[in-house]
């Protein structure tokens, strides 16, 4: 089971992709409802990630990168973007929640202008380190 893992860590950031942009295409069309529900689940399918990601990780260590050439410093530019701002998302998924949740939509809309947008990149730049390092054959 531990071999898939990294599959099912591909599609929890896919599907957490899709609840974000459907969560700010609610938001934009005013639908608070659908908005909360989408964001909550993203919120929920990251935690499922986080949990899938780490027990990966804890059974197989650190998986090396084998592609070489000019590819290698663009996978590690990606996956140092990707590893500092996916340090800063939760506890700021957090806090906006916590703000949204208490009524503060002032201070939730002005948090949420810097998190989703890094929520979204980190969400799709995991789909591509996943794509670069499992499923790309480095002949």
Known sequence: MTERLPDINACLNFLSLVL???GYRFIRAKDIFLHRACMAAAFAVSLLFMASYLTYHARAGSVPFQGQGWIRPVYFGI?????????LV????????TRAWKGNIPGHVRLVRFLFPAWVYVSATGIAV??????????
Request: charged letters at 5%; proline letters at 7%; a positive charge.
């Open 20 to 22: 974000l942009s459907a």
């Open 130 to 139: 996943y794509w670069m390092a499992y499923r790309m054959s480095w002949a």
């Open 90 to 97: 939760p506890p700021l998924a957090v806090a906006a929640i």
């Open 79 to 87: 996956l140092i973007s990707h590893s500092i701002l996916a340090a």
